[in-house]
C-alpha cells in the first residue's frame, strides 16, 4: 500500500464548478498535513496546510480525518488559473519529512 | 531573498559521464532535501539534512551522493549516469527556529536526461 495515495485523475471541470479531491494516509504517527499544487514543469508550491478542525482560504477548503486517515480539498468557484496538479502531502513525524502522494490533474474549462 | 536556486535547469548527460546539481537557500533553513520526480508519479526523496555536516538517505539513494558543508549548499552529486536517472530533480528546504515549520520551500528544478 502506498504511504498516501490519490485519485490521479484527471478531472475536467467547466469554470465556476466546485471540486473535490480526496487523499488517504497509511501512516498513522503523521503529524503534518498539506497540499501543494504544481503547475506543468514547474516545482511544487505550497497551497495550505490542514488542521484537525478544517480550514479555509477563499475557495478552498481542507478537511483532515485522523481517525479514517483521509484528507481532503474542496474548490469552489473554479477558475481557469486553478488548472494544475495538486499534491496531497504528509509529515513522516521525524526529520521533519514529507511523503507526496502522485497528484490529482485538475483541468478548468472555458 | 532568492529562496531556493538550483543550477543547471536542463542537462544532458551521456551514460557513465558524472555532474553535479547545485542547490542553495539563503532562509537560514536547517533542512535541505533533494528530490527526483518522474513523469505522472510523486516525488521521491534521495537525500536529506538536517544541519550543515550531516546528511541521510531518503527513499532512493542508490547512484547519488550529497554534502552539506554549509548550512546554504545542499549539492547533489551523480556518478555514473544511468539512463534510469532520467527525471526532474528538486531541491527544497524547510524549518528555521523562527518558522518552526514543516512547509518545504522548492527550487525550479533541474532536467536532466540521460542518453
Known amino acids: 500500500r502506498k504511504e498516501v495515495e490519490q485519485d490521479p485523475g484527471p478531472f475536467n471541470v467547466p469554470e465556476g464548478a466546485t471540486v473535490a479531491f480526496n487523499c488517504t494516509y497509511s501512516n498513522s504517527a503523521s503529524q503534518s498535513f498539506f497540499w501543494y499544487r504544481q503547475d506543468c514543469r514547474k516545482e511544487p508550491k505550497l497551497l495550505m496546510s490542514v488542521y484537525s478542525s478544517g480550514n479555509e482560504d477563499g475557495r478552498f477548503t481542507a478537511q483532515l480525518n485522523r481517525a479514517s486517515q483521509y484528507i481532503s480539498l474542496l474548490i469552489r468557484d473554479s477558475k481557469l488559473s486553478d488548472s494544475a496538479t495538486y499534491l496531497c502531502v504528509v509529515n513522516r513525524g521525524s526529520a521533519r519529512q514529507l511523503t507526496f502522494g502522485s497528484g490529482t490533474q485538475l483541468t478548468v474549462l472555458p | 531573498n532568492a529562496g531556493v536556486t538550483q543550477t543547471p535547469k536542463f542537462r544532458i548527460l551521456k551514460i557513465g559521464q558524472s555532474m553535479t546539481l547545485q542547490c542553495a537557500q539563503d532562509m537560514n533553513h536547517n533542512y535541505m532535501y533533494w528530490y527526483r520526480q518522474d513523469p505522472g508519479m510523486g516525488l521521491k526523496l534521495i537525500y536529506y539534512?538536517?544541519?550543515?555536516?550531516?546528511?541521510d538517505k531518503g527513499e532512493v539513494p542508490n547512484g547519488y551522493n550529497v554534502s552539506r558543508s554549509t548550512t546554504e549548499d545542499f549539492p547533489l552529486r551523480l556518478e555514473l549516469a544511468a539512463p534510469s536517472q532520467t527525471s526532474v530533480y528538486f531541491c527544497?528546504?524547510?524549518?528555521?527556529?523562527?518558522?518552526?515549520?514543516?512547509?518545504?520551500?522548492f527550487g525550479p528544478g533541474t532536467r536532466l536526461t540521460v542518453l
Open positions: 527544497a528546504s524547510s524549518y528555521s527556529e523562527t518558522s518552526g515549520t514543516d512547509t518545504q520551500y
Open positions: 539534512s538536517v544541519g550543515a555536516g550531516i546528511t
